[in-house]
């Protein structure tokens, strides 16, 4: 849950009206947090983010984290002494006959309404006025435009080889390892997979290398949180899967000999697809050919979609083809 939040939350940033969304979706909960009106205080916080143009779910968290029972027992206090400093003494509109009870409580319910609305007028503009000077203030110091070439494929395709050979080839790239250093192996793969993507995703915001090499393999959600990162940093993003046939993966290769288990698990991603992404910018088979050529192969590939040179040999560029994530996009280096 907390990484789906996590890419929501870059995926609003990333849009152009992302942090003002962000800034009065948050002025609206913080309004709605400071009313005494435990539970409607949320519709309000809903009807004031529409109203605004602001985040919903921004004004909803920022509602619930800053308008709950244990802020309120401190809030309701608070308001009501405001309330008193602010209404003047005297007859109101409060009725003059009905159950003393009632007569009692509309005094201390009118003083503290008072008050609530009065931290709600001040609550609102400050909020937003902090949250765009946080969301809108200076750029990130990782700002030179970066070049992302992610290598995606099953088990024994040769990522790791053909990420070497590739960096060896890019001036000033970086390759990185999804998996390497890694969790303990005992855990399961889906698990160890997702520690691994972010630990990627979190060089990738951090990278001042104009090129990156990352491997690791993509399903459609861990696409898209690699692509949400990359907007995030105005990074170009071209995913190559590598794809040997079934039975080349399930032989040596590279030094590797797959074990019963790890040939079990790459019939499994075979089974499920992990060979021909729809979004592959490329797609490569590697059976008999060296890292250093497959290298050479992706890089004229690659060059190929950006319309300065003619597409490899034994390479198939998909559906994905051109896209970019950023529009400070590094252009290709070989």
């Known amino acids: 849950m907390l990484h789906t939040l996590r890419e929501k939350w870059t995926a609003l940033l990333a849009t152009p009206e992302g942090p003002g969304r962000a800034a009065r979706g948050l002025a609206a909960g913080a309004a709605a947090a400071m009313l005494p009106v435990f539970g409607p205080h949320l519709f309000l916080a809903a009807a004031l983010a529409l109203l605004l143009r602001g985040s919903l779910s921004m004004a909803l968290a920022a509602c619930l984290v800053l308008g709950n029972p244990l802020t309120h027992a401190v809030l309701a ?28 409580l509309l005094p201390a319910a009118e003083e503290t309404l008072a008050g609530g609305v009065a931290l709600a ?3 609102g503009p400050l909020a937003w006025l902090l949250a765009r000077r946080k969301l809108s203030g200076p750029p990130r110091a990782a700002s030179r435009p970066l070049r992302v070439i992610h290598l995606s494929g099953p088990v024994n395709s040769g990522k790791s080889d053909v990420g070497r050979a590739l960096a060896a080839l890019l001036p000033q790239a970086a390759f990185i390892e999804g998996e390497a250093p890694g ?44 692509r949400v990162a990359c907007v995030a940093r105005g990074a170009s993003l071209s995913v190559v899967t590598l794809a040997p046939p079934l039975e080349a993966a399930l032989g040596p290769r590279g030094g590797r000999v797959p074990d ?28 008999g050919l060296e890292p250093g050529e497959a290298a050479r192969r992706i890089l004229a ?34």
Do not use: N
Not at 260 to 270: G, N, T, V
């Open 260 to 287: 019963a288990a790890e040939r079990s698990r790459i019939r499994a991603m075979y089974a499920e697809g992990y060979h021909q992404r729809a979004f592959s910018d490329v797609t490569l088979d590697t059976a």
């Open 77 to 104: 206090p608070a308001e009501f002494a405001l309330g008193r400093l602010l209404l003047s003494p005297g007859p109101g509109f409060l009725p003059e006959h009905g159950p003393r009870w009632l007569l009692a």
């Open 183 to 226: 969790p303990p192996e005992a855990m399961p793969d889906e698990q160890r997979w997702a520690g691994a993507l972010g630990r990627l995703l979190r060089r990738i915001a951090e990278s001042d290398r104009p090129c990156l090499l990352t491997a690791y393999p993509l399903d459609e959600a861990g696409y898209r949180r690699l």
């Open 301 to 334: 590939a690659l060059a190929h979609l950006q319309g300065t040179a003619p597409a490899a040999p034994g390479t198939d560029t998909g559906p994905a083809a051109g896209k970019g994530t950023g529009e400070g996009a590094a252009a290709a280096t070989s």
């Open 121 to 123: 007028l001040l609550a």
